[in-house]
């Protein structure tokens, strides 16, 4: 199972603007389909409306990951003598 590392309010605020660049990069795609960057918008959008569904963001995860590694290398190398 996944561990939810986001709050509530950051979670609402991811869903509403999430939503809110999904609709309008879908309204501009139906007006330029050949406008393939909004297709990454689109992406994008969706993504951050799974996460704030979730509570669970992989860049916060991978972020809190990285400093817990760092925080036990400096605890590991710390030689007093």
Do not use: H
Request: include cysteine; charge should be positive; charged fraction near 20%.
């Amino acid at each position: 199972m996944i561990k939810q590392n986001i709050g509530i309010v950051n979670s609402l605020v991811r869903i509403t603007f999430g939503l809110t660049m999904l609709c309008w990069a879908c309204a501009k795609y139906v007006k330029t389909p050949w406008r393939d960057s909004l297709l990454l918008v689109i992406f994008a959008s969706a993504m951050k409306v799974g996460e704030g569904i979730l509570r669970f963001c992989p860049i916060t995860f991978m972020f809190e990951n990285y400093q817990e590694e760092k925080n036990e290398e400096k605890e590991i190398s710390f030689n007093p003598s």
